[in-house]
């Protein structure tokens, strides 16, 4: 399937996200996907996932979530990133993280939707969200905060998404309508075993359909291929699950196969 290709700017309470658009070349209306980025942000390899997704018959916004702090890249990356070799990475993105409050993030969820909703290359109705590392605490939390507007959500090598803290991500599995996946590294120190146990338990406390997995072998990352934590095994089975997920969400919508096109 031919894929269009745009930038996009995204008014938000708080200033404009600039945002990548990915979607089915016809010109058409299609189910819309919000895929919330990695801490690394809009960069090649986040493009070719959304495409990838758009070859699938979906159109897909990706903001750059950090646009408190600039455009994307907010950062010079090497070709293949290595957390190990470079710590000043995270600690030059520390301040931009953290100044995503979970306030921040709802106004900020709220914006993206809207935009979704006002798109004509948009099918109407709920919407589906994925999310990568901390990306998959912002599905989370988009999903309990606006469940009316969320059909689906997934998330994938996601951090420190059910912690002890009063805003923890897992505290609004009493809101989500949606249904649920989460496909977890098991060499992932951000979300240790006592996690994934904790977020399960207010799932299915809550009566979401979900489903989690955890992905023996793999790391912190595993489906970002310019990284040193990619596998391709797994990465292979997240594209499986979100798939799935999505075909499910939108039947008779034409997702398909592989989305390789």
Request: with cysteine.
């Amino acid at each position: 399937m031919t894929v269009s290709l745009t930038n996009a700017a995204v008014p938000t309470p708080d200033g404009t996200a600039d945002a990548y658009l990915a979607h089915p070349g016809d010109g058409g209306p299609h189910p819309a996907v919000l895929m919330y980025m990695d801490a690394f942000g809009i960069r090649p390899h986040l493009v070719a996932m959304a495409d990838r997704l758009a070859a699938a018959g979906c159109t897909v916004l990706v903001p750059n979530v950090l646009y408190r702090h600039g455009p994307a890249p907010l950062l010079d990356l090497p070709e293949r990133i290595d957390t190990a070799a470079r710590p000043d990475l995270f600690e030059r993105l520390g301040p931009a993280l953290r100044a995503l409050t979970p306030d921040a993030v709802r106004r900020d969820a709220g914006a993206y939707l809207d935009w979704l909703a006002a798109s004509p290359l948009t099918a109407g109705g709920p919407v589906a969200v994925t999310g990568y590392c901390f990306g998959a605490g912002l599905a989370l939390r988009t999903a309990g905060g606006f469940p009316d507007r969320v059909a689906a959500v997934a998330g994938f090598h996601g951090g420190r998404l059910a912690t002890e803290a009063r805003d923890s991500p897992h505290r609004l599995a009493d809101r989500i309508t949606a249904e649920v996946y989460f496909g977890h590294a098991d060499q992932d120190t951000s979300l240790p075993p006592e996690q994934i146990d904790r977020l399960d338990a207010a799932l299915a406390r809550a009566g979401v359909r979900h489903r989690t997995e955890v992905y023996r072998g793999a790391r912190h990352g595993f489906t970002q291929a310019d990284t040193v934590a990619y596998d391709p095994a797994a990465d292979a089975r997240h594209w499986r699950a979100l798939l799935g997920l999505l075909d499910r969400t939108f039947p008779g919508r034409g997702i398909e196969g592989d989305g390789a096109g």
